[in-house]
């Protein structure tokens, strides 16, 4: 689903490459962002409360407004049944719905693709209905679940 790399720490960089060009797209646009750092590298953040899920990339403040922001760096899109689509990891997913719904704070999903077209930055609302996957090719666990959203329902940002 995501680009092949040698190690943890070659994908780790790649995102936060990712999650960098946004957060300073998005300054460009007059947002104000607040990078939710991973205080251990191994681990990604998480929101602590009555339940504990996985933090989001960035908080995003503009015009008395605030805003979660998970940016996805991608190389490819998917194909399914002739729609092409894009998405993220179904548990991290289900924590980003719950967050969302925990705090009344819209969260978005900002996918980055580059090399293969469509080029460009698209987002959508996590609660946007999408497509679940449970990693079965011919009935034989391949994957770890994954949710997509087709190209159509996306909001092209750039």
Request: charged residues 30%; hydrophobic residues 35%.
């Amino acid at each position: 689903m995501e680009r092949s790399k040698d190690n943890f720490n070659e994908l780790l960089k790649f995102g936060e490459e990712g999650e960098k060009d946004i957060a300073l797209w998005l300054i460009n646009k007059g947002y104000n962002v607040l990078p939710l750092y991973q205080f251990e590298a191994d681990q990604a953040p998480k929101i602590f409360g009555n339940e504990v899920c996985v933090s989001p990339d960035l908080v995003v403040f503009k015009e008395k407004t605030c805003t979660f922001v998970e940016v996805k760096r991608k190389t490819r899109w998917i194909k399914y049944k002739g729609t092409v689509e894009t998405g993220c990891n179904y548990s991290t997913y289900l924590h980003y719905r719950k967050i969302s719904e925990n705090t009344g704070i819209k969260l978005f999903m900002v996918f980055k693709h580059e090399e293969r077209n469509p080029l460009g930055i698209y987002s959508i609302n996590v609660n946007e209905k999408g497509r679940y996957w449970d990693g079965r090719v011919n009935g034989i666990k391949r994957h770890k679940e994954m949710y997509f959203w087709p190209l159509e329902s996306l909001i092209k940002l750039e």
